[in-house]
Nanobody, 114 residues
């Protein structure tokens, strides 16, 4: 499975971005798709996950601001990010968890700065 992220960029505090992750396989057959991020000097952390059953889970730091969703017909998972803060600055990675293996994208940079 290959996953490719897009949609990162530079945004001012309080702004919004939508990240996209397109998979080379049917995401309806993948156990879970998730977004992770890694800021400079920090460990990679989970941001949001959506299972094939539609359950979602969010990091406390993004609850109420970020929304993960998916379009099975397009094999794409989205991360809508609103009310962005400077501390959201990181490289955002898409993950496909098949239970047997994890697949990662190359990452997309999100920078929140005035």
């Amino acid at each position: 499975v290959q996953v490719v992220e897009s949609g990162g960029g530079l945004v001012q505090p309080g702004g919004s971005l939508r990240l996209s992750c397109t998979a080379s396989a049917s995401i309806s057959s993948i156990y879970a798709m998730g977004w992770y991020r890694q800021a400079p000097g920090k460990q990679r952390e989970s941001v949001a996950v959506i299972t094939s059953g539609g359950s979602t889970n969010y990091a406390d730091s993004v609850k109420g601001r970020f929304t993960i969703s998916r379009d099975n017909a397009k094999n794409t998972v989205y991360l809508q990010m609103n009310s962005l803060k400077p501390e959201d600055t990181a490289v955002y990675y898409c993950n496909a968890d098949t239970l047997r293996l994890d697949y990662w994208g190359q990452g997309t940079q999100v920078t929140v700065s005035s």
